[in-house]
């Protein structure tokens, strides 16, 4: 561990009666404790102490730290950031601003360049609202047992602060395959393939989205409502394909994100994935239309994790020969968010599982859509490279959602064409090749 004395904050911090200071040292000096948690060659992580220092509670704190030049910070958890240049202020996640005498609670980051921070310290006034607090989960639902999910260095963990790895299917296009998603098709996602998680993909073109704006954000509400009532985990997929460029659709972007993140503010099981597939736009495109979208997300549903897609079909960038470094060099400005990465298993191999796996030590990573098949949602069922890609993404802790929970005639398809519509989903007699295989690697 590393500890950092204070400079010119600490006057100000000892003479105010709520002062909040950093501290890891035995009482009385204010010290800023600072650990690296990993390093490696490009990056670093790191994780600060915040602690009470007075002999009253507080209820809130704030934390200045500043990186030399070289050094960003591309992730952050447990606290709430924002950053102008080179400085950085992290205050409250919600539910650790409270902080009784002595106590303590901690915040980390992903740190891209090997510069260490240098901190200072502010005084904070209370806030007048007494803090809401979050009773423990109870019950054996996926969203019972896990909570409200955040970022935690390059993992998703639960509201307990452990990893999870949340496994489930993606909807086909609401467009056309509204008779899928019905009680009984989602109570067997839930009960019979016992699965932690429904993609709702919501195209926005090839008669999605733009062509009736309320009637899909109202089928996506409802789909979310569906799965929450059965403790599911639920992404909402803004699924952009054609055209590639995200900034396309920023403006439908704002309207359907604002509309959505007011409705389901106060749950604990939503996901923002904000463009499914960027293609022939650049990262820094990419970057803008992230900044730009999730900050409407925040304004309603602060604590809430947002997925976001990355260049060449959220292959972080491989698939237009580019890779993960220009995002770990570039990284979306704002915390508690993953990026997206898809495969396709007869298509995508061995060089795409390399960069996933030299990727995931530094960036936060979602799968939130794969296939068993080749890119084009058919073809050869790939098995052998499936089961490859899950045993790595098991190793890594990385979530899944597999394309598709549908009937569509396509090999990628769950259940055999006909199903929906029809009673029944549980059980394996209404399954494809593809189907059977994930739901056996779901409920085990
Ligand atoms: C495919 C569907 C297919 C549909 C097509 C329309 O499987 O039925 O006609 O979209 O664009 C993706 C996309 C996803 C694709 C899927 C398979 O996110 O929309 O679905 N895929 O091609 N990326 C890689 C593959």
Redesign the pocket.
């Known amino acids: 561990m590393r500890r950092w004395r204070l400079a010119a904050g600490v006057a100000v911090a000892v003479a105010a009666a709520t002062a909040v200071t950093v501290t890891a040292l035995p009482a009385g000096a204010e010290t800023t404790a600072f650990t690296v948690t990993s390093s490696w060659s490009t990056g670093y992580q790191g994780q600060v102490e915040v602690r009470n220092n007075t002999s009253s509670p507080i209820s809130t704190w704030r934390v200045q730290l500043s990186l030399p030049a070289g050094t960003t910070i591309v992730n952050s958890w447990n606290a709430t950031q924002s950053a102008s240049g080179q400085n950085y202020t992290f205050t409250p996640a919600g539910w650790n601003a409270t902080l009784a005498a002595g106590a303590s609670t901690s915040f980390g980051f992903i740190a891209n360049g090997t510069g260490r921070p240098t901190f200072s310290t502010t005084p904070t006034t209370p806030p007048t609202t007494p803090p809401t607090t979050t009773p423990p989960p109870t019950g054996t639902t996926p969203v019972a047992q896990n909570g409200q999910l955040r970022v935690c260095g390059v993992k998703l963990c639960n509201a307990a602060g452990r990893p999870v790895q949340l496994q489930g299917m993606s909807t086909?296009?609401l467009q056309w395959f509204a008779d899928c998603y019905n009680d009984a098709s989602i109570d067997a996602l839930a009960d019979d393939w016992k699965a932690d998680l429904l993609r709702v993909s919501m195209y926005v073109q090839?008669g999605g989205y733009e062509t009736n704006p309320a009637g899909f954000t109202a089928q996506v509400n409802n789909l979310v409502e569906q799965a929450t009532q059965r403790g599911l985990y639920s992404i909402i997929d803004f699924?952009t394909?054609?055209p590639g460029d995200p900034n396309y659709n920023l403006a439908r972007a704002k309207t359907f994100f604002n509309e959505v993140s007011a409705r389901h503010a106060a749950k604990n099981n939503v996901i923002y994935e904000i463009a499914?597939?960027p293609n022939g736009v650049s990262w820094a495109g990419i970057k803008s239309y992230a900044e730009q979208v999730i900050p409407v997300i925040r304004a309603n549903d602060p604590d809430a994790v947002v997925i976001v897609g990355s260049r060449g079909?959220s292959s972080l960038g491989v698939s237009e020969g580019a890779s993960s470094s220009e995002i770990t060099a570039n990284p979306v400005n704002a915390s508690n968010i993953m990026y997206a990465f898809?495969f396709?298993a007869a298509s995508h191999k061995d060089n795409y599982r390399a960069e996933v796996e030299r990727a995931a030590a530094s960036l936060p990573l979602f799968v939130t859509?794969f296939?068993t098949v080749t890119?084009?949602?058919g073809g050869q069922v790939d098995l052998a490279s499936t089961a490859a890609w899950l045993d790595l993404l098991d190793r890594l802790q990385i979530g899944y959602a597999n394309?598709?929970y549908s009937d569509?005639d396509?090999s990628?398809a769950a259940f055999r064409p006909g199903t929906c519509g029809g009673p029944t989903y549980a059980g394996t007699s209404v399954l494809t090749e593809s189907g059977t295989f994930m739901r056996n690697r779901i409920r085990a």
């Open positions: 086909h296009g090839e699924h394909l054609t499914n597939e079909w898809h396709y859509e296939g890119y084009t949602g394309w598709t569509a396509e990628s």
